[in-house]
Nanobody, 124 residues
Framework: QVQLAESGGGVVQAGGSLSLSCSVS????????MGWFRQAPGKEHEFVAV???????YYADSVRGRFAISRDNTKRTVSLRMNSLKPEDTAVYYC??????????????????WGQGTQVTVSS
């Protein structure tokens, strides 16, 4: 059984930075894609960033230039460095794994495994 565990959330002032990390455990094979999504209260899951096996990345317009996603295939981890945080970045952040497509996709329905989420709160 594949499990994902996020860490690194917290409270930060606007303009500050946070780093999130997610580790994958269990049996998973192939060139799986890893992504980050977020969900604010009363809203649906929103795509944030994705990285494929080779390290190619893609970002939502709202975070491009401020966030950076990276992965370590040996350690089976994915990280999200968040800079210049804004109050509108406040949400529960989830990491997710897509084991089928092999290329970056932004729709949450494409992802097979999800973490429990970690809260990020940006105060103004």
């Amino acid at each position: 059984q594949v499990q994902l565990a996020e860490s690194g959330g917290g409270v930060v002032q606007a303009g500050g930075s946070l780093s999130l990390s997610c580790s994958v455990s269990g049996q998973i094979y192939g060139s799986y894609v890893m992504g980050w999504f977020r969900q604010a209260p009363g809203k649906e899951h929103e795509f944030v960033a994705v990285v494929d096996w080779s390290g190619d990345t893609y970002y939502a317009d709202s975070v491009r230039g401020r966030f950076a996603i990276s992965r370590d295939n040996t350690k089976r981890t994915v990280s999200l460095r968040m800079n210049s945080l804004k109050p509108e970045d406040t949400a529960v952040y989830y990491c997710a794994v897509d084991r089928r497509n092999g290329r970056p996709v932004t729709g949450p329905a494409a992802y097979d495994y999800w973490g429990q989420g970690t809260q990020v709160t940006v105060s103004s």
